[in-house]
């Protein structure tokens, strides 16, 4: 059974950071993609990064681009999300996502302008 389990979120001021880490188990994540999505009260689930299974190749949504970093490490099974830069847009439940299929519990940010 896969499990994904997300931490690293919580508060933050405007323009701060944060790093989210994602855990997979259950499977050998180095043969999935990876990559995060995060969905904000009343507004759909929206893709912010994903990375290919090397680490190699890596997509970001326009409103992340420049400011968010997604990294992997498949000794451990674990995705990385480096948050700079964030702004009062950006808080919503964050979740993990393996090659489109399962998903975490997601991680809440939140940032104060």
């Known amino acids: 059974q896969v499990q994904l389990v997300e931490s690293g979120g919580g508060w933050v001021q405007a323009g701060g950071s944060l790093r989210l880490s994602c855990v997979a188990s259950?499977?050998?994540?180095?043969?999935?993609?990876m990559g995060w999505f995060r969905q904000a009260p009343g507004k759909v689930r929206e893709f912010v990064a994903y990375?290919?299974?090397?680490?190699?190749?890596?997509f970001y949504g326009d409103s992340v681009k420049g400011r968010f970093t997604i990294s992997r490490d498949n000794a451990k099974d674990t995705v990385f999300l480096q948050m700079n830069g964030l702004k009062p847009e950006d808080p919503a439940v964050y979740y993990c996502?393996?090659?489109?299929?399962?998903w975490g519990k997601g991680t809440p940010v939140t940032v104060s302008s």
């Open positions: 259950g499977r050998t994540s180095s043969n999935y993609s």
């Open positions: 990375i290919k299974r090397t680490g190699a190749v890596t």
């Open positions: 996502n393996l090659g489109l299929i399962y």
